[in-house]
């Protein structure tokens, strides 16, 4: 048995088809004398200085382009009669912080516990705004599976210290200078109920740990849409073989479907997915349905053995694609991007510990993928990646941010080569994503444990990284 809080209390931050070989940087050294391209990228500058700053890190843009990211920023433990008398309870505090005028960042603290203070554990954070420009944030808050009101349990908590851990799905808009909070489900029936009247056991609606992964995005009408990873009990490694994607729009009425599950109803067994909703990010298209990427996660709640594509095509109709059979790490999730004009991209490591690639895997309509394209092959390198889509229309460009351990000859024994190792950022040749990529770009030369890449209002990359001597940093691509 595998308790998944021992997972999601030490992961402090953010594969079909056979891979392509075109444009890939194969094993054999390391490129531009291991220096890389100094790259046109600014000097790197604060977001969040405090040394915690910077888990589970994603990035957007307001109603007029400005950019924001929200994160989880650890502090000092707190010590409760609930925690362990030598460690206390972890303190997690859900961050916002928004560029105010270019290179200009302000911080808040949303309210995001019960009491308004801090949280106990994480297990994934979204970020989005409101058509008035109100920022929300989606994620796992709320009160703890001990007083779930219908399955109550005491499984759900970390295994180290003993601290409880918020087991909910929530959301927090801001109003004006008001940050209201909303619970949107507290059992594995709140989003969907079991549909299956031949699963005996009830596994899809059985329960109390709900709003893992959250993803969240405003319709044009200001409603709500939201995915979650439903883990059950949260405890066995068959919560999480068995855990589900659930999506809901909360609008005049709620709807609720079933992304992925090992039980769907009336599909083929290729579409029995176990496991679903690691890592999970959600968007909505130009047609206005809603399409989300995840990956498998069969034994904890932040594993990674597969990558997933699902796009709605009509009322709890999804269309599901295995973008990636080749397994990643924990603690390396995807990402996806999304062009009204170009499509979707994602972008993921492949790979074991000491041997990982850097891949990206596009799609015009998110039904037929190609296979991915291997963009590098160092020895260790596309750890933490991040897509972003910069520019117009059909002159969108795609870009991703990466970071680069070591090379094939590296026989050290630090994780990352304390010389070579680099946060690089690449673009797409003239023959475009799955042909041969630009030489890499030196963006800082650390190895951040989480990133994000985002496109401001004028066109420019910027990337944000957690910088492993501490706090949140960015740096943005000048030309």
Request: one cysteine or more; a negative charge; hydrophobic letters at 40%.
């Amino acid at each position: 048995m595998k308790h998944s809080i021992v997972l999601a209390a030490v992961l402090l931050c953010a594969c079909g088809g056979s891979p392509s070989s075109t444009g890939i940087i194969p094993d054999s050294g390391i490129i531009n004398n291991g220096n890389g391209d100094a790259g046109p990228w600014s000097t790197a500058a604060f977001v969040d200085s405090s040394s915690g700053a910077g888990l589970d890190l994603v990035a957007a843009t307001d109603t007029n382009g400005n950019l924001a990211v929200a994160y989880f920023r650890q502090d000092p433990n707190a010590f409760a009669a609930t925690c362990n008398a030598d460690a206390g309870c972890p303190q997690f505090a859900l961050m916002v912080a928004r560029e105010t005028s270019t290179g200009t960042w302000s911080t808040e603290q949303v309210p995001a516990a019960l009491d308004g203070g801090e949280l106990t554990g994480h297990v994934g954070l979204s970020l989005a705004f409101d058509p008035s420009g109100n920022p929300a944030v989606a994620y796992q808050g709320g009160d703890s599976s001990d007083n779930d009101p219908l399955f109550p349990d005491d499984r759900w908590h970390d295994l180290l210290t003993g601290a409880h851990l918020p087991s909910d799905l929530v959301v927090a808009h801001k109003s004006g200078g008001t940050w209201v909070k909303t619970t949107l489900a507290t059992s594995s029936n709140s989003i969907v109920a079991d549909f299956s009247a031949t699963q005996p056991s009830h596994v899809d609606d059985n329960g109390p740990v709900a709003g893992a992964w959250a993803g969240l995005i405003f319709d044009t009408d200001g409603s709500l849409h939201v995915v979650h990873r439903d883990l059950h009990f949260g405890s066995a490694a068959a919560d999480f073989d068995a855990s589900n994607l659930e999506y809901a729009h909360f609008g005049a009425t709620k709807l609720g479907e079933i992304v992925t599950s090992r039980i769907v109803p009336a599909s083929p067994v290729s579409q029995q997915v176990h496991g679903g909703g690691t890592y999970s990010h959600l968007v909505l298209t130009a047609g206005g349905e809603p399409a989300v990427y995840f990956g498998l996660g069969l034994t904890a709640p932040d594993d990674l053995s597969q990558v997933w594509f699902a796009k709605r095509t009509a009322a709890n109709t999804w269309t599901r694609t295995m973008v990636s059979d080749v397994p990643g790490r924990v603690g390396h999730g995807p990402s996806l991007a999304y062009s009204a004009t170009q499509g979707f991209a994602i972008g993921f490591l492949n790979g074991t510990q000491n041997d990982g690639d850097l891949l990206v895997a596009t799609s015009a309509d998110g039904t037929t993928w190609p296979a991915a394209n291997t963009i590098e092959a160092l020895g260790d390198t596309g750890l933490h990646p991040a897509v972003a889509w910069s520019g117009p229309g059909s002159g969108a460009t795609l870009g991703i941010l990466y970071a680069f351990c070591h090379g094939p000859t590296y026989s050290g024994t630090a994780p990352c080569d304390p010389v070579a190792k680099q946060l690089r950022f690449r673009v797409p040749g003239a023959n475009g994503p799955l042909s041969a990529w630009t030489a890499p770009e030196l963006v800082d030369p650390s190895v951040p444990d989480s990133t994000a890449l985002i496109a401001d209002a004028t066109g420019k990359f910027v990337a944000i990284w957690r910088d492993p001597a501490g706090g949140l940093k960015f740096s943005r691509r000048t030309p």
